[in-house]
C-alpha cells in the first residue's frame, strides 16, 4: 500500500517516490490556496475552497459553481459549469457572529436541494435577504453542487481525513462515514469500522490491514453477492494525497510555514470506481517556532540519563535535621550505603550547617559556589511543589545538576501547579538550543529509580546504578533473570512488579517518570533499547506526551527488529480510566482503541490486565531463544504448534485460545507427517493409551502417561518437521507423575526430563502448563527458574504465546 506518495517537499521524507509533476508550483499552488484560512478565526477554509484543493491533489469532486454575493450580486454566470444539470444544491457560505465560517446549514436553512440551474440567481437573492435579517450573520456566497451526481451515489458513505495527531503525528483515517460513524463504531468490533495511519510510521505497513478492512472489502467487491463499486488504485491514490499533503504541513517538515490541523471529507461516495467528495472541512493555521518544531528522535541530551541513574556526585534538597524517614534522608542514606563519598554529596538547606555528617548550604547560589560551577551529576528536589518549581528554576539558572529527580508532586495534578510546569517546560525548550546547559529530568511526582546494572556505551561494559526510591522498604530478593526494564508512569505500579516478580525477574533498571514533565517513557525508551543485556521491556502508560506515540511506534518496531520484546499496559482506557489518570499524573489518555491498535501494529505486546503483564514479563525474559528459530521459518509458512495434555479440558483450551482471528493468519495446529504418525501410534501403544483415545491435532495423553511417557510423547511431537513450537501441558493431580515438591527433583522426573528436552531441542522453543493450586507452585517456579516459561493455566499460556509468536514473525 502506499507505495508512492505526492511528495510535495522533494526530499525530507526519504521513503517517498517522487512523482513528476512541477512539484514547486504545487507547493505555491497549495500554499495560495490555504493562505485565505490563515485570516480566519478558527482557520477555516470555505467548502469550496477545500474542493479547489482537493481538485490539485487529484481527488474527483463533484461540478460545482460558486458565486460570490459581494463581488457578483444576484447575477450568475452564464458559463457555469451547472448550466446543463437537470438538479442542484444550493450550500450557503455564511459567517457567524464572531466571524467564524459556518460548517453546519441546516439549522440556519442554509441548505437547499432540488433546484433548477436557472433559478440560482433566485437562490441567492433569497440566502442574501434571509441572512441580512439574521442578527450578526453574514452571507459571502453561494455553492451550487450538481445534485444528479450525488443522487446516483448514496450507496454507502465514507469518511477519508488528516490531521494532526497529538500523539501520532501527521495521520490518515479511513472507513466508514456519514453520521451514523459512532454508533457503527459502538457496534463493530474495534478497528472494523476505521482505519489509522499515521504517515511518519512504515505506510506500506498497513497495506494488508487496509485490504482486510470490512469497508474496502465491500467497496471492492470482495465479499460474495457485492459487486465492486472502488477500484483499490484509486482509493490508494486518494490515501497517497492526504497522506503527504498533511505530513508536508505539520509540525514534522521545518520547511513549511503553514499547519493543516485536520482536513476532513464526509461524506466521500463511490461513483464510477473512484472516491468522491461530497463535502469538506480544512483548518490551517500559521506555524508557531517555539511549540511546532516535532522529530521522531528526542532532541534533549538524553545521555545525560546516565548521570540520572549512575551518579557519582548528587546534591538533595528536602532532606531533615529531625526526621530520618524523611525521603530525603532515606535518599541519603542509600546513596552513602551505594559508596557515593560524602565530599560528592551536597545538601540544600535553609538553616542547618550539616545533615548526617554532610555539609549543607542555604541557597543554590551556594551550592554552585561550592561545587566551583562544576554541576554534580543529580539534583533531588523533594520540598513541596510551591517551592519546588522556584527552586528548579534557580538550579536551571546556575546549571548546579546534569540531570534532576522532582519527588515533589502538585505540578500538573493541580491547576496552580500546571501554570508552573508548563512555565519550566517553555524553560526546557529555550535550552534545547545550548544543551551543554541543559539538564535532563525526571518527575516531577516520581518515587524514584532503582538502577542495579546499566549500560555504559563510552565505557562498553555495564557499571552499577543507585536507587533513588524513597521508601525504606525493599521487597526485591535480588534473584531472577535481570534482562527486564521497567519504564512506568506510576511508581506504586513499579514497585509492586518488582515484589510481584520477586525471585523470577530481577529488572536491571527500573524507572518511575512521574509526569513526564521532561524525560518520558518513549526518551529512556530511546536511550536504553540498545542496551545488550536488556531485551524485555515492560511499560506502565497513562498518558503521552505530545509526539510520543509516533515515537513509541517506531521504537518498538527497532525493539522487535532486533529480536527484543516491549511490553505495553495502557491505562485511561475508559471515559472514568482517563480521568482517574489525568488526577494521578496530569496524564492525557487519549483513545485507547487507536493506541492499542497502532503499537500492536508496530510490534508491542499490548497487555490486557496486570495480571497478564506480569506474566509476560517472566514470558519474555525468558524467551529470548525463540526468536531465532522461529524468525528461520520460511516467511510464507505458518508456525506449528504442537499442542499435548492430559486433560481434555485443557485440548479444548489451547484451540479456543491459539488459532484466533487475528493468529489464523500466522499460526496453525499441525498436519503430523507420516513418520511422526508412526511413532505416535508406537508411543500410545507403549503407554496403553491407544484404545482409550484417539491421535489427534491436539494430543490427549489421559492421567495415565507417566513422566517418562511425557518425554518419549513430547521428543516425538517436537521432533516433527511441521511443529515449530510447543505447548506442553499436565494436570498434574495423577499418581502417574512425580509434580509434588519432595519429589519433583527425583531422577526421572517431569521436571527434569522437561529441562533436558529444552537443552537438546534448542531449535523447538515450548511452553509448560501445570494446571493446579499452590501445592505444585514449588514445581511451577522451578520450571521458570531453570528459564522455561510455565503457566497456572492453559487458556493464558496459549493467548499470550500467540501474541509473543505473532510479535517474532512480524519482521
Wanted: net charge positive.
Amino acid at each position: 500500500m502506499l507505495k508512492s506518495f505526492y511528495n510535495l517537499t522533494k526530499s525530507y521524507t526519504k521513503t517517498k517516490i517522487v512523482r513528476n509533476f512541477g512539484l514547486s508550483k504545487l507547493i505555491n499552488k497549495i500554499e495560495t490556496h490555504l493562505m485565505p484560512g490563515t485570516t480566519r478565526p478558527g482557520g477555516l477554509l470555505a467548502e469550496h475552497e477545500v474542493y479547489d484543493l482537493l481538485d490539485i491533489l487529484k481527488v474527483p469532486t463533484p461540478l460545482r459553481y460558486y458565486h460570490s454575493v459581494k463581488k457578483q450580486k444576484y447575477q450568475v454566470s452564464q458559463s457555469n459549469d451547472l448550466k446543463n444539470c437537470k438538479k442542484v444544491v444550493a450550500k450557503g457560505v455564511l459567517t457567524d457572529p464572531q466571524g467564524r465560517l459556518v460548517i453546519h446549514k441546516t439549522d440556519l436553512g442554509a441548505l437547499e436541494f432540488n433546484i433548477e440551474p436557472e433559478m440560482m440567481g433566485q437562490i441567492v437573492k433569497k440566502f442574501d435577504e434571509r441572512f441580512s435579517s439574521m442578527k450578526g450573520y453574514t452571507l459571502e456566497g453561494v455553492l451550487f453542487v450538481e445534485q444528479s451526481k450525488i443522487e446516483k451515489s448514496l450507496s454507502g458513505e465514507l469518511l477519508i481525513s488528516a490531521y494532526q495527531d497529538d500523539f501520532f503525528g501527521p495521520s490518515v483515517a479511513f472507513g466508514l462515514g456519514g453520521t451514523t460513524i459512532e454508533y457503527m463504531k459502538e457496534i463493530m468490533k474495534p478497528g472494523n469500522s476505521q482505519m489509522f495511519i499515521p504517515v511518519l510510521f512504515d505506510n506500506d505497513s498497513f497495506s494488508d490491514k487496509l485490504q482486510r478492512l470490512p469497508v474496502t472489502e465491500l467497496l471492492e467487491g470482495r465479499v460474495r453477492g457485492v459487486k465492486p463499486k472502488l477500484r483499490h488504485e484509486k482509493l490508494l491514490a486518494v490515501l497517497d494525497g492526504f497522506s503527504t499533503l498533511i505530513e508536508t504541513f505539520s509540525a514534522y517538515n521545518p520547511k513549511t510555514n503553514l499547519i493543516i490541523d485536520e482536513i476532513e471529507v464526509n461524506p466521500a461516495v463511490c461513483y464510477e470506481g473512484e472516491l468522491l467528495a461530497l463535502d469538506g472541512v480544512l483548518r490551517v493555521r500559521k506555524k508557531d517556532a517555539d511549540l511546532d518544531y516535532q522529530t521522531t528522535d528526542s532532541i534533549k541530551p538524553l545521555n545525560k540519563i546516565k548521570n540520572l541513574l549512575c551518579p557519582q556526585s548528587i546534591a538533595i534538597a528536602g532532606a531533615s535535621t529531625t526526621n530520618e524517614k524523611n525521603p530525603g534522608n532515606i535518599i541519603l542514606r542509600k546513596m552513602l550505603e551505594k559508596g557515593i563519598k560524602k565530599e560528592n554529596v551536597f545538601l540544600l538547606h535553609p538553616k542547618a550547617k550539616k545533615i548526617n555528617g554532610i555539609n549543607c548550604y542555604p541557597s543554590v547560589k551556594e551550592l554552585s559556589m561550592a561545587t566551583k560551577g562544576n554541576p554534580v551529576d543529580l539534583m533531588l528536589i523533594g520540598v513541596p511543589a510551591k517551592h519546588a518549581g522556584p527552586l528548579v528554576e534557580q538550579c536551571l539558572d546556575y546549571h548546579v545538576s546534569q540531570s534532576m529527580s522532582i519527588i515533589s508532586g502538585g505540578f500538573g495534578e493541580t491547576e496552580k501547579g500546571k501554570h508552573m510546569q508548563d512555565g519550566l517546560e517553555k524553560r526546557l525548550r529555550k535550552l534545547n538550543s545550548n544543551l551543554m546547559k541543559r539538564p535532563v529530568i525526571n518527575g516531577p511526582n516520581t518515587v524514584g529509580n532503582v538502577c542495579n546494572q546499566y549500560w555504559s556505551k563510552s565505557d562498553e561494559k555495564l557499571i552499577s546504578g543507585v536507587e533513588t526510591v524513597f521508601t525504606s522498604k525493599s521487597s526485591s530478593t535480588g534473584k531472577g533473570n535481570d534482562n527486564a526494564c521497567l519504564l512506568c508512569q506510576s511508581g506504586a505500579f513499579m514497585l509492586s512488579r518488582i515484589s510481584d516478580l520477586a525471585d523470577l525477574v530481577y529488572p536491571s533498571v527500573s524507572i518511575s517518570v512521574g509526569n513526564q514533565m521532561d524525560l518520558s517513557i518513549a526518551d529512556y525508551l530511546e536511550h536504553l533499547i540498545d542496551s545488550p543485556h536488556l531485551t524485555s521491556f515492560g511499560l506502565y502508560i497513562e498518558g503521552l506526551n505530545k509526539g510520543d506515540g509516533i515515537r513509541l511506534m517506531k521504537l518498538v518496531r527497532r525493539a522487535t527488529q532486533m529480536g527484543k520484546f516491549v511490553t505495553i499496559y495502557k491505562a485511561g482506557r475508559t471515559k472514568e480510566g482517563a480521568d482517574a489518570a489525568k488526577g494521578h499524573t496530569a496524564a492525557i489518555a487519549g483513545d485507547y482503541g487507536m493506541f492499542k491498535t497502532l503499537l500492536e501494529h508496530a510490534g508491542a505486546i499490548v497487555a490486557d490486565g496486570f495480571e497478564e503483564f506480569n506474566q509476560l514479563l517472566i514470558t519474555t525474559t525468558r524467551a529470548n531463544d525463540w526468536v531465532k528459530p522461529l524468525r528461520k521459518v520460511q516467511k510464507n509458512k505458518k508456525i506449528g504448534v504442537g499442542a499435548l495434555s492430559n486433560a481434555g479440558f485443557e485440548k479444548c483450551g489451547i484451540a479456543d485460545h491459539i488459532i484466533t482471528e487475528e493468529s489464523k493468519h500466522v499460526l496453525q495446529l499441525p498436519e503430523w507427517s507420516q513418520k511422526t504418525m508412526k511413532q505416535l501410534t508406537q508411543d500410545y501403544k507403549d503407554f496403553r493409551i491407544g484404545s482409550i483415545v484417539d491421535i489427534d491435532t491436539i494430543l490427549d495423553l489421559t492421567p495415565m502417561v507417566s513422566d517418562k511417557g511425557y518425554d518419549q510423547i513430547i521428543r516425538t511431537v517436537l521432533s516433527d518437521p511441521n511443529v515449530h513450537f510447543g505447548i506442553l501441558s499436565a494436570v498434574p493431580e495423577t499418581e502417574a507423575l512425580k509434580t509434588f515438591e519432595h519429589e519433583m527433583h527425583q531422577k526421572g522426573s517431569l521436571l527434569n526430563r522437561l529441562i533436558q528436552i529444552k537443552k537438546d531441542m534448542p531449535e523447538k522453543p515450548f511452553v509448560v502448563v501445570i494446571e493446579s493450586g499452590p501445592l505444585y507452585a514449588p514445581f511451577v517456579k522451578a520450571l521458570n527458574v531453570a528459564g522455561i516459561p510455565t503457566f497456572r493455566s492453559v487458556d493464558v499460556a496459549s493467548k499470550i504465546s500467540s501474541k509473543l509468536i505473532q510479535v517474532i514473525r512480524k519482521y
